[in-house]
């Protein structure tokens, strides 16, 4: 099969690392039979400093005609100086506007041989932990109604929570589909014992559960949640919820696994086409230095590979050469703990040979 892959690489150390993942899906792609495509496009900074824009008008066209995006970060203090609208982050917004990307995949996953870095229990550690959480990433209380009015007791501020039920509907579906993919059990957490939008997120929910009775379906209060979190992780595999829920419980999940270098995530729209980026920022302080994990850029290559095109083995292979390569020792700097570390390129290496 042959599939576009629309790459951003933005700023700081986005070139470096989106180049490892590159390298990783070019090797996929030879033991698989696949030929991916790349074409970079502008984004960020670097975009700034071509054509005086974040996100120039070929760089949304590029991503929308490709199968599939990679984005490694943009940003840095070179562009601080500049206006909201014109700074490097703001172009973050603008693609996921454009290519309608309303559902964001944030895994947390406790990798066996970094289990040093996670500072929960360790009788919680023992256990483990495999959790993807599916957020609603364009509705609810960041987008609706908002204001500043005079109350009874003077100035008052008020945002609004709100969910249609296509909304509620969609993402619950990719949820399910996602949980379909992994170990078949899907949490939903509300706080339906307060809020209206809760009720109807609960009521879909269960509609839609029916139609996947392979998949264990089950609600769980968001108080109740923040606290399962941290006490046993393990419990969890996908997890479903509402943008500002998601927004601080992927959060909490993600510094449980120990370090920001790690972790991959994808943005998804109703088509299978998404955006693929690691959740760390363009990392400044050691961009150029040969100095950045790539594995959170390579595993979001990875969810590529799965979410866009079904390619379950090729991901699969990918994650397995990753966990061979930590297993085996390799340490970048941020998870060496002090130890020998090694290069952006030598990690990348050591992935691709154990492929
Ligand atoms: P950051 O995630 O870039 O870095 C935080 C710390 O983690 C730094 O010490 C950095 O060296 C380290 N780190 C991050 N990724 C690493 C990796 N792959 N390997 C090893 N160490 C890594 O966050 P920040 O410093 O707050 O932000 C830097 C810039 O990135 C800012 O301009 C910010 O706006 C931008 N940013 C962009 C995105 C994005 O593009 N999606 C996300 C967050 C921040």
Not at 29 to 57: M, N, R, S, W
Not at 105 to 120: D, F, I, S, T, V
Not at 225 to 241: E, H, K
Request: with cysteine; hydrophobic share 40%; charged share 25%.
């Amino acid at each position: 099969m042959k599939y576009s892959i629309g790459l951003l690489r933005g700023d700081g150390i986005g070139p470096e690392i989106v180049d490892s993942a590159v390298r990783v899906l070019r090797a996929v792609g030879e033991k698989f039979g696949h030929e991916f495509v790349f074409t970079p496009y502008l984004i960020g900074g670097a975009a700034i400093d071509a054509c005086g824009q974040p996100l120039p008008k070929e760089t949304v066209d590029g991503c929308l005609a490709s199968d599939s995006v990679l984005l490694g970060a943009v940003g840095g203090p070179k562009w601080d100086h500049l206006p909201g609208n014109l700074r490097p982050e703001k172009a973050l917004l603008g693609i996921r506007e454009a290519m309608g990307l309303f559902t964001n995949l944030r895994p947390a996953k406790l990798y066996p041989a970094l289990k040093a870095e996670c500072p929960l229990r360790e009788d919680i550690v023992e256990k483990g932990f495999d959790i993807m959480i599916v957020r609603e990433l364009t509705g609810g209380i960041y987008f609706g109604e908002r204001g500043y009015r005079e109350g009874r007791y003077g100035e008052e501020a008020y945002d609004t929570e709100r969910y249609s039920r296509m909304e509620i509907e969609r993402i619950v579906r990719v949820a399910f589909e996602t949980a379909r993919k992994r170990r078949k059990k899907l949490t939903s957490i509300d706080k339906a014992n307060v809020l209206e939008t809760s009720r109807l997120w609960r009521k879909i929910f269960h509609e839609i559960a029916a139609e996947y009775p392979d998949v264990e379906a089950t609600d769980m209060l968001v108080d109740n949640a923040a606290m399962q979190l941290v006490r046993n992780p393990a419990q969890f595999d996908v997890i479903v919820t509402s943008n500002m829920f998601g927004d601080i419980l992927s959060d909490e999940a993600s510094q449980i696994t120990g370090s920001i270098g790690m972790l991959e995530s994808a943005s998804l729209s109703d088509c299978k086409r998404g955006l693929y980026e690691p959740i760390h920022g363009s990392a400044p302080d050691i961009a150029g230095q040969g100095k950045a994990n790539p594995i959170a850029t390579i595993l979001s290559a990875a969810m590529m590979l799965l979410y866009a095109f079904d390619l379950k083995d090729e991901a699969g292979a990918i994650v397995a050469a990753v966990e061979k390569a930590l297993a085996d020792g390799l340490r970048t700097a941020d998870i060496a703990r002090g130890g020998a570390a090694v290069s952006t390129d030598e990690m990348t290496d050591a992935i691709v040979q154990r492929l």
